[in-house]
Nanobody, 125 residues
Framework: QVQLTESGGGLVQAGGSLRLSCIAS????????MGWFRQAPGKEREFVAG????????YNGDSVKGRFTISRDYAKNTVILQMNSLKPEDTAVYYC??????????????????WGQGTQVTVSS
């Protein structure tokens, strides 16, 4: 079982930046595919970005591409989501996720084996 602990959410004005961190523990995580999801009020949880152990990265369409960057620090078992040029529509609870299977990106909630507790991101206009 993998335990995920997020930090870094908060309130920011439109155009600002936030950096979310997720520390993984409990088992060997260096070969796990990791990702970030978000859930806005009244909406389904949606995939934001994912990263394989090899460093391969993917983002969810054009909504965050060019503004968000996912990365991982293998030595610290940490996955980071750097969010720039934030917009009010980015407001949501952001969740760190570990895939059920090694080397398989968690592109949907059904593919997630472990979730973090979530961290609130609020972008004011």
């Amino acid at each position: 079982q993998v335990q995920l602990t997020e930090s870094g959410g908060g309130l920011v004005q439109a155009g600002g930046s936030l950096r979310l961190s997720c520390i993984a523990s409990g088992r060997t995580v260096s070969n796990l595919a990791m990702g970030w999801f978000r859930q806005a009020p009244g909406k389904e949880r949606e995939f934001v970005a994912g990263i394989l152990w090899s460093g391969f990265i993917t983002y969810n369409g054009d909504s965050v591409k060019g503004r968000f960057t996912i990365s991982r620090d293998y030595a610290k078992n940490t996955v980071i989501l750097q969010m720039n040029s934030l917009k009010p529509e980015d407001t949501a609870v952001y969740y760190c996720a570990a895939s059920r299977a090694e080397n398989v990106l968690p592109r949907s909630p059904l593919m997630v084996g472990s979730w973090g507790q979530g961290t609130q991101v609020t972008v004011s206009s």
